[in-house]
């Protein structure tokens, strides 16, 4: 069975409609056809081969992130930059700055120890080796957030929690290393980035075992009191592993970045006679240094394929700075995006972007739009940065383990979503006939297993590369018989409803 030609919104308790492969699995993993919605469209067709539940609004996971680096790519362009910069007050002779030191971020999404390091060492280099004054952070380009780490699922020191903040190293995150030293039974344990100020309360125990889960056991615990954290380890590690590393979020954005510097600062052989503190910019202040970071195409490619919440919420709230103007807000985010969509003729109902990264119970987009904005994606002349941002299936991402053998390997582009209660998946199929096709599935369902609705997934990205391109009579459509793509006015901007 094919799929139905375009029609009324599907019955929701009919599989039918459907191709018999994606039914079975629905039937098979008891996923309830009213929590599923489908949507395949060749890039150089008017209308589309599939839409079940369509138009329904849906909990997108991840896959909302194609919204955000899409709109991104299109408003501030492949080869846009983040800015951070060091501004100094006072006198600075003979390698003394009377005065204060300002490090202001402008929401670089991706500044690595390593980055930060070069910073630091340029600022050194531009004469700076003693800060009279205090050094003084600035994360003023962005609100302070709301929301707390732990408010999505609890998990405070979880990486994926991280906060957006104009300044921020390693992502707030710090990887927690435990080392075997020698053939002894000591574990050293030390952090990267380097971190001034945290006590480490070692109690790890080495076990003679092979590294296996059963007897590899360490256990982390941070304790935060007043910016001071201490890291607290315990449990067991198993002597086989030789040495293991952890991120966690241990400090705030503000102390993670200030500690970093003290550390670095100190390494460098640089002092500070006052305090690191946050706070903002003087107006007598000037600029000493900048560093740029790695060009928005970049960024997009590390957004996409590993599914980075801080990165993709740190270039939603950019959007908002640069449009609407700073401080970037999630309020200036949300109106700078829907102003964008409303511009290109692709407004959709029931959008809900929230925090643009799919880490929200709260984001909502339906199967068709996000077609719909696939399709404009793919006619747009930034289509090469965002198909190269997303995970190929069988090769690298959150697609690396799926498909890895068989034909699919390396013909899917897919940016995938995985939350508790939704699953869903988004992008492009090239199929055995050489067409290419938009593929949309979002799961929704409190009680879902992850693993079922990915087996409906997989189900379904097969079926378009078998025979989504197949003709009634069943004859795959040859590549030379497709149409030619489609003209900036094309379906993407005047389609409003499924089958309309």
Not at 45 to 62: G, H, V
Not at 190 to 211: E, G, H, S, W, Y
Not at 437 to 450: A, E, F, G, K
Request: glycine residues 10%.
């Amino acid at each position: 069975l094919i799929a139905s030609l375009p029609g009324p919104l599907a019955n929701a308790a009919d599989l039918s409609d459907i191709p018999s492969t994606v039914a079975k699995q629905i039937r098979r993993h008891e996923i309830s056809p009213a929590d599923v919605s489908l949507y395949v469209h060749a890039v150089a067709e008017p209308r589309p081969r599939l839409a079940f539940n369509a138009e329904i609004p849906r909990n997108p996971a991840s896959t909302i992130k194609l919204l955000t680096t899409e709109a991104a790519l299109d408003m501030l362009g492949p080869g846009y930059v983040w800015k951070t910069k060091a501004f100094i007050d006072g006198t600075l002779r003979d390698g003394r700055l009377d005065g204060n030191l300002f490090l202001k971020g402008y929401g670089d999404p991706n500044i690595s120890p390593e980055d930060f390091w070069r910073f630091l060492w340029g600022i050194r280099e531009r004469g700076v080796e003693t800060v009279g004054g205090d050094v003084i952070l600035d994360n003023s380009y962005f609100e302070p957030p709301a929301a707390k780490r732990g408010d999505f699922d609890g998990a405070a020191n979880r990486a994926y929690n991280a906060l957006p903040s104009a300044l921020s190293i390693n992502r707030q995150t710090t990887r927690i290393h435990m080392v075997q030293v020698g053939s002894g039974a000591e574990i050293r344990v030390f952090t990267d980035p380097p971190l001034a100020n945290i006590d480490v309360q070692n109690r790890i125990k080495l076990v003679q075992a092979p590294c296996k889960s059963k007897y590899h056991k360490p256990a982390l615990r941070v304790v935060e009191d007043g910016g001071q954290a201490t890291l607290k380890l315990s449990g067991t590690f198993a002597s086989k592993c030789g040495e293991a590393s952890y991120p966690r979020l241990l400090l705030d954005p503000a102390a993670h970045a200030g500690n970093s510097f003290a550390a670095l600062w100190r390494e460098m052989g640089g002092r500070v006679e006052g305090v690191v503190r946050e706070g903002t910019r003087s107006k007598a202040a000037r600029l000493l240094h900048t560093m740029d970071s790695p060009p928005l195409e970049e960024v997009v490619r590390a957004i996409n394929k590993r599914s980075d919440n801080l990165m993709s919420r740190t270039l939603f709230l950019t959007l908002g700075a640069k449009r609407i103007g700073a401080p970037g807000s999630l309020p200036k985010a949300r109106q700078a995006v829907t102003d964008w969509l409303n511009a290109r003729g692709l407004e959709i109902p029931g959008l809900v972007m929230d925090n643009g990264s799919g880490l929200s119970r709260n984001a909502r987009i339906s199967a068709e739009g996000m077609g719909r904005l696939l399709g404009y994606a793919y006619a747009s002349p930034t289509m090469p940065e965002l198909l190269s941002s997303l995970s190929i299936a069988g090769v690298d991402g959150t697609m690396r383990k799926r498909f890895k053998k068989g034909a699919l390997a390396g013909r899917a582009h897919i940016k995938t979503g995985t939350i508790k209660g939704a699953t869903g998946i988004a992008g492009y199929v090239l199929d055995k006939a050489g067409r290419r096709w938009i593929v949309v599935s979002l799961i929704n369902n409190p009680r879902l297993q992850t693993w079922r609705g990915k087996a409906v997934e997989n189900a379904l990205l097969q079926w378009v590369y078998e025979e989504a391109g197949a003709t009634p009579g069943g004859q795959a459509r040859a590549a030379s018989q497709a149409p030619t793509e489609p003209a900036p006015e094309a379906w993407f901007l005047q389609e409003k409803k499924v089958g309309g």
